[in-house]
């Protein structure tokens, strides 16, 4: 894929002065030796640098004038039913008329929070039982989900926050945390075995062409190389895998900070074994920009999204560890049926592709086809024990 000029990406030369600044020895694809950053350290500058990271940026990065759709954006339904799963966990962990904290973490532009608020309030529950907070990293996106629950935000139903620090309230009250297709964008460290060891993928800066380059790492810390065999991650030899290091430090904060406490993860992911299958030599890596996918994380630095599937194995082992207890695991088909989506869907005689039932219709169909993202996605759920 061709790649843009420095004068087109301002994060150019920010990433160029990053790698000649902090970048350790390496050695280039063709041999060469160089310096270079460890792929998660140029992963985070790609999508969260201040000023020009893709998710830091002035635009809206979801929905038709982003560059990739969630499952939000496929009409109402997953809400609703998301809406009514959680109403029935809160009342089996929390009681039946206990007040709780819903956190949509990495909520977006608030359309997933909208839809359960919705749900809630036809249920006369919004405001009384459950009160959102929609917490985003990104600012732009902050504004939009402001503007999405500006009605429930005006009536003490909904708040929009930055995604620094948990609330201090939260440690002494019942909260649900749902994330939402936030672990997949989580900076991931590449590793590989070759010639019977570990190695780490880095990131040059190639000078002749003006942009970011991969790498191997000389060194390799012995600290990820126990992560690694704790998981059970073996890899062929030339075999590429994502490793997420920021998952367990984000379950300690929320063990940290919250009291009685549920957490839903919906991301597209799966086993160790499965993520390191030998099908999958080149890992799982993919970029999104324009609604298009490819698989070259250094040809567009700050105006592309990047991505890795999430590794649920490792997730499920790192939340036992703090405390947590899986009280659910499988793939979001199965989640929404057993939730009731299929009672979601309405009778009509229309013929119009666009009348509303027709289209709610068709957005659950679509949430469901095995060829979307219903197998592919998963939900696993814990409660924190106390």
């Known amino acids: ?29 063709s041999g060469e030796r160089c ?22 940026g002035g635009s809206v990065r979801i929905g038709r004038e982003g560059d990739f759709y969630t499952s939000a954006y496929i009409g109402e339904a997953m809400g609703e039913t998301l809406a009514h799963a959680l109403a029935r966990l809160a009342e089996e962990r929390f009681g039946a008329a206990t007040a709780v904290e819903v956190i949509d973490w990495g909520g ?5 929070g909208r839809h359960m608020l919705d749900a809630w309030e036809a249920a006369e529950e919004a405001g009384q039982r459950f009160r959102l907070t929609v917490l985003e990293r990104s600012p732009r996106h902050r504004e939009r989900a402001a503007e999405t629950l500006a009605d429930a935000i005006r ?37 590989t075995w070759r010639d019977g060891r570990w190695r780490e993928w880095g990131v040059a800066w190639d000078e002749a062409a003006g942009r970011p380059a991969p790498c191997l790492l000389e060194s390799f ?11 059970g991650v073996r890899l062929l030899e030339g075999q590429t895998a994502e490793w997420c290091d920021g998952v367990a430090p984000w379950l300690a904060g929320l063990t940290r900070g919250l009291g009685a406490a549920l957490l839903v993860l919906i991301d597209y992911g799966d086993e160790t074994r499965e993520l390191t299958a030998p099908h999958r030599m080149d890992g799982t890596l993919v970029c999104y920009r324009r609604h298009i996918a490819h698989g070259d994380p250094y040809a567009f630095p700050g105006e592309q999204d990047m991505t890795a599937h999430v590794n649920f194995s490792a997730v499920r082992q790192a939340a036992v560890r703090l405390g947590w207890e899986e009280l659910w695991y499988g793939t979001q088909k199965r989640f929404l049926v ?49």
């Open 1 to 29: 894929m061709q790649s843009a000029s420095p004068q087109e990406l301002p994060l150019l030369p920010i990433l160029a002065e990053t790698i000649r600044r902090s970048g350790v020895p390496g050695v280039r694809l």
């Open 35 to 56: 310096r270079g950053i460890p792929f998660r350290d140029y992963m985070e500058l790609c999508l969260y640098e201040p000023a020009f990271g893709y998710y830091s």
């Open 108 to 112: 977006g532009t608030g359309r997933l």
């Open 155 to 191: 009536a003490g139903k909904a708040r929009v926050r930055s995604a620094e620090a948990l609330d201090p309230a939260w440690a002494e009250r019942p909260v649900i945390v749902v994330a939402n297709e936030l672990l997949d964008a989580f900076p991931v460290r590449r590793v």
């Open 221 to 231: 810390d012995p600290g990820l190389a126990a992560e690694l065999a704790e998981a």
């Open 338 to 386: 057993e939730a009731g989506i299929l009672q979601r869907l309405v009778a009509h005689d229309a013929s119009d592709p666009f009348h509303p039932a027709v289209r709610r219709n068709r957005a659950i169909r679509q949430l469901l086809l095995s060829d979307g993202m219903s197998e592919l996605f998963k939900v696993q759920i814990f409660a924190k024990r106390t």
